[in-house]
């Protein structure tokens, strides 16, 4: 038999994944500042609207890094939480272009291509240890985030 984890999974196959979301997190917590930088500090003609686009966004983002935060508890394991391993992790780079909304937009798109990315990985590891609770997160973060990058690539007209 397996040695399995709290919740029944394989302990070692658990710990990878877990791995992976602390880098997840790493990604989603710098996302998660940029998006405040944008909200605070956009400028220009379409201020009004991007604020509210931007506060909506950070907002999103706040509740899925403690849902990927609980999840790494959840498989038995600590999530990271200094910035300091955040931006040695993460792939996703601090902005520093936060009051040009195409840029900031440009910025979010590059996000979230990386987010996908990192998403469906897991999505694939979580399928094959059959963690049905990070399999069913991943892939409604995947959904959500597709049709974001639709939305946002519309804006820019791309």
């Known amino acids: 038999m397996h040695n399995l984890n709290s919740i029944?999974?394989?302990?070692?196959?658990?710990?990878?994944?877990?791995?992976?979301?602390?880098?997840?997190?790493?990604?989603?917590?710098?996302?998660y500042q940029n998006t405040r930088g944008y909200h605070w500090n956009?400028?220009?003609?379409?201020?009004?609207?991007?604020?509210?686009k931007f506060e909506e966004?950070?907002?999103?983002?706040?509740?899925?890094?403690?849902?990927?935060?609980?999840?790494i508890l959840t498989l038995g394991h600590v999530p990271q939480h200094k910035?300091?391993?955040y931006l040695e992790k993460s792939g996703i780079p601090e902005?520093?272009?936060?009051?040009?909304?195409?840029k900031a937009i440009e910025e979010i798109l590059a996000a979230?291509?990386?987010?996908?990315?990192?998403?469906r990985h897991i999505l694939n590891l979580s399928a094959d240890i059959n963690d049905e609770g990070t399999n069913a997160q991943m892939s409604d973060y995947i959904r959500e985030q597709e049709k974001l990058v639709w939305m946002y690539s519309a804006y820019l007209d791309k």
């Open 8 to 31: 029944g999974l394989d302990a070692d196959r658990s710990m990878e994944l877990a791995d992976l979301l602390n880098d997840l997190l790493a990604n989603y917590s710098i996302f």
């Open 42 to 52: 956009i400028r220009g003609d379409k201020f009004f609207e991007l604020h509210l």
């Open 57 to 71: 966004l950070y907002n999103d983002l706040f509740l899925k890094i403690d849902e990927v935060a609980e999840r």
């Open 83 to 85: 910035f300091k391993d």
């Open 95 to 102: 902005s520093n272009e936060v009051s040009n909304g195409s």
């Open 112 to 119: 979230f291509k990386t987010l996908l990315a990192k998403q």
